[in-house]
């Protein structure tokens, strides 16, 4: 029996009448709508719905032909690595799907390396945020970020801001180790000194004693990578709880402090800097476009997030390399296509790097405030065009 | 050096009065029928979930407070009768079985109703900032969790030690037969113990929501602390869950001090030492020492 899931975009319900050559493209979508990791995917199922709401569900190929792109998506469950392998497998063999996306996980995006490579099949990673994930097959295309994109921006741009002092507090796994790192390294480059680090279990919220131990040493500001949800929250009612904000101390985060989250967060949180690609609330029309068309189809649920951005720029990358290659190219020349490609994406200017098909971005420094009674970021430094360090750090072994 | 060994008591004990408040009423209830309740932290959770709502609603917090134990106590009342009390006789797999599913259940019913996000009980302003007693400033919150643990174990202390419904309780726990025996109503005495148990942990659920923040994983997560604070103090033992939990909140503080890196496996390691030491809780009822 057919998934109800891959009925979503029913093709051929539409009448194809003049169209009997058109051909279809199928796009696996792998991601989690269900357990922990439930939000994502549905976030990028709505974009992408968005996204074939004003782009169209079909595309002319370069002898003029119609393809229809066909999304199947596949629940990823929020499980382990060998359940998403698994249904990359099915959608190749038995769906016959060319190209595979999603990815909310490193561990499921690299799970899915070998699949590529002999199915010769390209994968858009839409989040998965570790930075050696495209090295591990030449069909990966990133669309999200890197960790080391963020932690290094803005250890940077507090040791230029008068931040000299700084007690970093991170979750204990791969990528508040990669924040960790990064914000170490490029905050001491640029003249900042590091007075104290901890990490803290992966779903700690009692944060109290940390706390106290970055009280003590009297840091300007304190860095924080904790998971998004109640980790974060229970983070930032400890750090005010505490006296921290009280006694002038700054708080530096990443994505913590998304539009998603910020309603779950009391007033305590004004005045936090944190670090991102994507501000949800910039004035682009580019990402207006997108924010409107979300909010015409899926309302009230229809917010914008990373995820949203990133499922968008792959598909404007996949609708733009079946223009040039059609809907039967071999697998790499669809990569070779968004080698190299800029776009106005709604986030800012991206480019698909061409060595590393990796994403570069602008990188955005934003403060919460109040904005009309509504919590909200706000933009106040852009570091343009940043690669991901870790690969600067890391260079390629050529073979 | 005196200022900071306070301050690490205090942190210690702040979260240990939380885990009291919840746990208080499992340790009597699994002491007194041996029912293995493993949702014990969905109560927890609903009075949490509850004052949550209301003083989102504007509801004045103390009231909200009461409301949550309220609501907590009638829900543990239901599902005494109706799911409970056909189990003490089914023995331990269908116990654990049945209650773990009321856990799936709560936690899907909460996502439901107030989405997969965490959700803020709204403490009052004088509450969320930090205040100065003598020697540094300290959060009011935490103060105020230590003041209402205490009088809470006082208030218990008292009804267990003097009252006659603390001397039947503690006949029934020491030995249930006997006191069946001598005619008393032990089944009313367990749905009352169940239900004042219940009502503790919707307001621990509500007031400790600072520290164990509210999301539906709530149940589940939770819920191996709660255990550990019976066990490690003994089932049945009113004096030894409040012991034990005092231990847990300050050897969870001093590992995350000292050797942060392993403060996690500090926790259990305490707990696997402590049990070795005395393997039927700190302070076990006459019954089992």
């Known amino acids: 029996m057919r998934k109800w899931l891959s009925g979503v975009c029913a093709l051929g319900l539409v009448a194809t009448t003049g169209t009997a050559d058109a051909e279809t493209f199928k796009i696996g979508l792998i991601a989690s709508y269900t357990g922990a990791f439930a939000t994502w995917g549905t976030q990028f199922q709505n974009a992408i719905e968005a996204f074939q709401s004003v782009h169209g569900k079909s595309v002319k190929g370069p002898k003029g032909e119609t393809i229809d792109v066909q999304l199947v998506y596949r629940d990823a469950a929020s499980a382990g690595a060998d359940k998403a392998k698994q249904l990359a497998e099915e959608l190749v063999l038995r769906e016959k799907v060319s190209m595979l996306a999603g990815f909310e996980l490193s561990p499921h995006a690299m799970s899915v390396a070998d699949i590529s490579k002999q199915a010769k099949v390209p994968i858009v990673v839409m989040n998965a945020a570790t930075a050696s994930i495209t090295r591990g097959s030449p069909y990966y295309v990133r669309t999200s970020l890197t960790i080391p994109q963020w932690s290094q921006a803005i250890g940077k741009w507090a040791a230029e801001n008068g931040i000299k002092k700084v007690y970093t507090i991170t979750s204990d796994y791969a990528p508040g180790h990669d924040a960790e790192t990064y914000f170490h390294k490029s905050f001491k480059a640029a003249g900042g000194e590091i007075v104290g680090a901890d990490r803290t279990a992966l779903r700690e919220t009692n944060f109290a004693v940390y706390m106290e131990k970055a009280l003590q040493a009297k840091p300007d500001a304190v860095y924080m990578f904790q998971p998004g949800g109640s980790p974060s929250i229970s983070f930032v009612k400890a750090f005010s709880e505490r006296g921290l904000k009280q006694a002038g101390i700054k708080l530096l985060g990443n994505g913590e402090f998304a539009e998603l989250y910020l309603p779950h967060f009391s007033d305590d949180v004004i005045g936090t800097i944190s670090v991102n690609h994507y501000t949800e609330t910039n004035s682009r029309p580019e990402n207006k476009q997108m924010r409107d068309q979300l909010t015409k189809l899926f309302g009230e649920k229809g917010v914008t997030d990373i995820a949203s951005v990133a499922a968008w720029d792959g598909m404007t990358l996949i609708y733009g390399a079946l223009r040039q290659n059609g809907a039967s190219a071999d697998g790499l020349k669809y990569i070779d296509a968004m080698k190299g490609k800029t776009i106005a994406s709604p986030r800012g200017p991206i480019m698909i790097d061409p060595e590393e098909r990796d994403i570069i971005q602008n990188i955005y420094i934003r403060r919460i405030e109040k904005v009309g009674g509504k919590l909200q970021n706000v933009d106040i430094a852009t570091i343009p065009m940043v690669k991901d360090p870790w690969k600067i750090d890391n260079p390629a072994k050529s073979n | ?289």
């Open chain 2, 1 to 289: 050096m005196l200022s900071f060994a306070l301050t690490v008591l205090l942190d210690g004990i702040s979260y240990g009065m939380v885990l009291f408040i919840i746990s208080v009423g499992l340790t009597v209830t699994m002491g007194l029928m041996r029912v293995i309740n493993l949702a014990h932290g969905s109560f927890a959770m609903i009075g949490g979930y509850v004052a949550g709502y209301l003083t989102q609603q504007g509801t004045d917090f103390f009231l909200a407070l009461f409301l949550a134990a309220v609501a907590a106590g009638l829900l543990g009342a239901l599902c005494e009768v109706t799911v409970i009390r056909p189990l003490y006789r089914k023995g331990e797999l269908a116990q654990v079985l049945l209650t773990i599913g009321i856990v799936f259940v709560v936690t899907a019913l909460i996502t439901e109703i107030f989405g997969a996000f965490p959700y803020r009980v709204e403490f009052p302003v004088y509450l969320t900032q930090p205040v100065d007693i003598g020697f540094r400033t300290y959060p009011a919150y935490r103060l105020f969790l230590i003041l209402v643990g205490g009088i809470i174990a006082l208030v218990l202390w008292f009804l267990i030690e003097g009252s006659l419904y603390g001397a039947k309780l503690r006949a029934a726990v020491d030995n249930s037969r006997m006191a069946r025996a001598v005619g008393m109503n032990v089944n009313l005495l367990f749905t009352a113990t169940f239900i004042v148990g219940t009502a503790l942990a919707g307001l621990g659920g509500a007031i400790g929501a600072g520290i164990l923040s509210l999301e539906p994983s709530y149940a589940l997560k939770y819920v191996v602390l709660f255990l550990v604070v019976v066990i490690v103090g003994g089932e049945g033992s009113f004096k030894g869950s409040f012991v034990a939990a005092m231990a847990l909140g300050i050897i969870d503080t001093i590992g995350k001090y000292f050797v942060a890196a392993a403060a996690p496996y500090l926790l259990y390691a305490a707990v696997f030492a402590l049990l070795l030491w005395r393997p039927q809780g700190i302070l076990p009822p006459k019954s089992l020492a």
